[in-house]
């Protein structure tokens, strides 16, 4: 089964805990992808076209690509 998934550019969908896919900005030009859960939400405005950034409980910071929710 595939999980459900929502875009990363938008604030909203993005909550601490939740697990998502990030790309750090040495990876920019590559677009490896990093999974993780979300630490700490950085961006303050409602948007971003490229991606709200985040701190995982990793400690890696870099932009969301995709959002993984909890499945209700």
């Known amino acids: 089964m595939e999980k459900r ?4 550019s ?3 969908n ?3 805990g939740d697990e998502v896919s ?3 900005k040495h990876h920019q030009r590559t677009g490896e992808i990093t999974e993780g859960f979300v630490k700490r939400i950085l961006t303050s405005s409602p948007t971003h ?3 709200i950034k985040v701190l995982l ?3 890696e910071v870099g ?3 995709e959002v ?3 499945e209700d």
């Open 5 to 8: 998934s929502l875009p990363g």
């Open 10 to 12: 938008i604030r909203k």
């Open 14 to 16: 993005i909550h601490i």
């Open 22 to 24: 990030i790309v750090q």
């Open 49 to 51: 076209p490229h991606g």
């Open 57 to 59: 409980d990793t400690g």
């Open 63 to 65: 932009r969301v690509k």
């Open 68 to 70: 993984f929710p909890e």
